[in-house]
């Protein structure tokens, strides 16, 4: 079986697999250039122009004309009609200022309590008399205590009987003291005050504190009235006739040219210069006074 030409169809694959002589192709610069053309005369297979990104792109910008033409139309329409609003600007892609809404709190309604003042104390009897007294004088008195102002005042009477006539004499000198107590526990007081208060309590509460008056003093014997301008000036008491003789000896010394302070360092007692200098002049006062201004 001979090789079948170029020209000559292949009728058996079998046949030419088994019984054809084999021989060695041609190289493809020997074939090429009678085969060339069945590579250019096959039907080429063209893309179609509508594909479906095509018709999709197509659809879009249809869409997009057919809106653009409805909203002219539309303002056109809305425009020429009269006392008809504008239409809202569209949104745009710009920022917003930010509002801070601030938060309102109603605070609850208030609660009126009603408070009921007790009456204020008023004191009757020779307590509300001491108490209208101090007011008129201007010493302070708490309108919601004055009772603690009447006790203060019974206090300077109760410590005046309690310790008796040595400690605290009847007199000017014992009610002095007591005025100096009263400033010193009432600091804010002025003296004027603080003299007005204890005054006003002896004579309400204890007025036998007060001693004898002047003009009763001045009626007495010199040996009484020289003891009791004693006890009244000077707070002292007799004990005996001591002080008496006392004074009977300054109105010698006087006649005799000596001065008071001369006088004053004679006397041999346990007392203060000062009142002992007092001590002298009460005496000349009630025994010798033609010695006075000497």
């Not at 309102?104 to 008399?129: E, I, K, S, Y």
């Not at 006392?246 to 007392?271: L, Y």
Request: proline content about 11%; some cysteine; charged content about 20%.
């Amino acid at each position: 079986m001979s090789a079948p030409t170029g020209d000559e169809p292949i009728r058996d694959y079998h046949d030419a697999l088994l019984g054809a002589q084999t021989e060695l192709a041609p190289s493809a610069s020997e074939t090429e250039a009678h085969t060339a053309w069945a590579l250019d005369d096959e039907p080429e297979l063209r893309q179609p122009f509508w594909t479906p990104g095509r018709i999709t792109a197509v659809a879009v910008v249809s869409a997009v004309l057919v809106v653009v033409a409805v909203a002219g139309l539309a303002g056109y329409h809305l425009r020429d009609e009269p006392g008809t609003p504008a239409a809202p600007p569209s949104p745009s892609s710009a920022s917003v200022p930010s509002m801070t809404i601030p938060m309102v709190v109603t605070a609850p309604p208030t609660t009126t309590t009603t408070t009921t003042t007790p009456p204020l104390p008023v004191l009757a009897g020779a307590d509300g008399r001491f108490i209208e007294k101090m007011r008129s004088y201007g010493v302070p008195v708490s309108d919601q205590d004055p009772q603690w102002t009447v006790d203060l005042a019974r206090a300077i009477c109760g410590a005046a009987k309690d310790n008796g006539p040595v400690n605290y004499p009847p007199g000017m000198h014992t009610v002095l003291n007591f005025t100096d107590g009263i400033m010193e526990k009432n600091p804010d007081w002025s003296w004027q005050q603080a003299s007005r208060f204890t005054d006003s309590a002896v004579d309400a509460f204890c007025p036998w504190l007060r001693g004898p008056s002047p003009q009763e003093i001045a009626a007495m014997p010199p040996d009484e009235r020289y003891l009791a301008l004693l006890q009244d000036r000077i707070g002292i008491t007799r004990v005996d006739d001591s002080l008496v003789n006392a004074a009977h000896q300054i109105c010698i010394w006087k006649t005799q040219g000596w001065r008071n302070d001369q006088a004053v360092d004679a006397i041999d007692s346990p007392n203060p210069r000062d009142e002992e200098a007092r001590l002298v002049e009460i005496a000349i006062s009630v025994y010798c006074p033609e010695f006075a201004d000497r």
